[in-house]
Nanobody
Framework: QVQLVESGGGLVQAGGSLRLSCEAS????????MAWFRQVPGKEREFVAR????????AYADTVKGRFTISRDNAKNAVFLQMNSLRPEDTAVYYC????????????????WGQGTQVTVSS
């Protein structure tokens, strides 16, 4: 059983930056491709970004490509999401996810979820 704990969310003005962190415990972190998802009330949880086990390959949703960067540090059992040029439409609860496959994209690809961290972008 892997536990995931996110941190780094908060309130930021449009155009600003935030860096989310997710620390893992209770399992072999490097065994899992990792991803970030986000969700707003009344909408489905959506894919944001993913990274392979080694960190050598990443992928992004079109809506965040060029603004967000996912990375991981297997020595620290952590995955990060650097978010730049934030927009009001990025406002959501962001979830860290440990995935079952490298092409992690949907909820059924996820083994474990974090509890989420709120990101609010004001206009």
């Amino acid at each position: 059983q892997v536990q995931l704990v996110e941190s780094g969310g908060g309130l930021v003005q449009a155009g600003g930056s935030l860096r989310l962190s997710c620390e893992a415990s209770g399992g072999t972190f490097s065994n899992y491709p990792m991803a970030w998802f986000r969700q707003v009330p009344g909408k489905e949880r959506e894919f944001v970004a993913r990274v392979t086990r080694s960190g050598g390959s990443t992928a992004y949703a079109d809506t965040v490509k060029g603004r967000f960067t996912i990375s991981r540090d297997n020595a620290k059992n952590a995955v990060f999401l650097q978010m730049n040029s934030l927009r009001p439409e990025d406002t959501a609860v962001y979830y860290c996810a440990a995935c079952s496959r490298a092409g992690c994209y949907a909820r059924y690809d996820v083994y474990y979820w974090g509890q989420g961290t709120q990101v609010t972008v004001s206009s």
